[in-house]
């Protein structure tokens, strides 16, 4: 899927609505990741947010820390407008600061937090994977919480084929009409870059992270929380 699929409006849209019917337990991941943050942020406490655009993540946790801070990064213009308007709307917008680019785009903090929602699975793991979560791992202060989702599958194991056979039937199952079904199983298996979690973890072990345990998952959607 690529950058420019983001700056479509209706792919927007659909992108928007496309989780809830495809990610079993999708509102249920950003609750317990709240609970997760909550364990050690302060009541001021700053979080970086990779991938913010949208907002939905920083709705949330807008609305359970009334004294926490944002700094969101995404590549998307429509996405991160998307998600100036829905802080706006709850009255947040002061406490945030979205930046167009990437985690190496991101202030160097030191941040109180870090989120990475469905969004490591778009980049290749040609070395730029394990880029992203040092940029990430770098921001923050010693033993911070780095919460991630994302999704996982090895595209070149045995049980591809199943996982995929059940991200159209959750959906379908959902009451996504059959055109949303086709186009978003067809950019799962073409266009995502995603792994297995064994390599996820892997990743995040090599990029510095410690004490990585999984708190989440969705069928092919899988959470962890680690510390930096």
Known sequence: ???AHFQDPDA???????????????????DMASVLLMETMSADGH???VGAGGGIEMAKFAEVGPGWRFTGVDPAPLMLDMARQRLAAM???QRITLIEGYASDAPDGPFDAATCFLVLHFVPDDGSKLSTLREIHR????GAPFVLIDGCMDR???DFAAALA?????GRFKGAPEDMIAYASSMVATSLNTVSAEREVALLTEAGFTFVEPFYRGLWVQGWLARA
Do not use: T
Not at 139 to 142: C, H, I, N, Q, T
Not at 166 to 170: E, M
């Open 1 to 3: 899927m690529s950058q």
């Open 12 to 30: 927007v849209a659909a992108y928007e609505r496309g989780p809830r019917l495809f990610i079993p337990g999708y509102d249920a991941s950003h």
């Open 47 to 49: 979080v970086l947010v």
């Open 91 to 93: 009255g947040a917008d």
């Open 139 to 142: 921001r923050l202060k010693s």
């Open 156 to 158: 070149e194991g045995p």
């Open 166 to 170: 059940r991200y159209s039937a959750f």
